[in-house]
């Protein structure tokens, strides 16, 4: 599976982006699909991720702020993110599994496909 994120960029805090992940053409019906961010600082991180069941899971951080969704066709997701902080900022990440445990879903090592990362910049 080929992923392709996009729709980062600077933003004042407060605003709002929302984050794409394109697959390649192909349905992502059966697969885990999640969100991580990462800074130079900080391992990757999990910030919130779909079942195939359309379960939603999210980091206490994007509790209440961030919002991951799919497509009808289920070849896209996305992320919403409004009331965006500084500590936001990071290159985000979409991944993507069929095999993930579930009491492990918050773990990239759980992932196998990754898309090329978007930056996300937070500032005034």
């Known amino acids: 599976v080929q992923l392709q994120a996009s729709g980062g960029g600077l933003v004042q805090p407060g605003g709002s982006l929302r984050l794409s992940c394109a697959a390649s053409?192909?349905?992502?019906?059966?697969?885990?699909l999640a969100w991580f961010r990462q800074t130079p600082e900080k391992e990757r991180e999990f910030v919130a991720a779909?079942?195939?069941?359309?379960?939603?899971i999210y980091a206490d951080s994007a509790k209440g702020r961030f919002t991951i969704s799919r497509d009808a066709a289920k070849t896209t997701v996305y992320l919403q993110m409004n009331s965006l902080k500084p500590e936001d900022t990071a290159v985000y990440y979409c991944?993507?599994?069929?095999?993930?445990?579930?009491?492990?879903?918050?773990?990239?090592?759980?992932?196998?496909?990754w898309g090329q990362g978007t930056r996300v910049t937070v500032s005034s």
């Open positions: 053409g192909r349905s992502l019906s059966s697969y885990y």
């Open positions: 779909i079942r195939y069941s359309g379960a939603t």
């Open positions: 991944a993507a599994d069929r095999g993930v445990i579930l009491s492990s879903i918050r773990s990239a090592q759980q992932y196998d496909f």
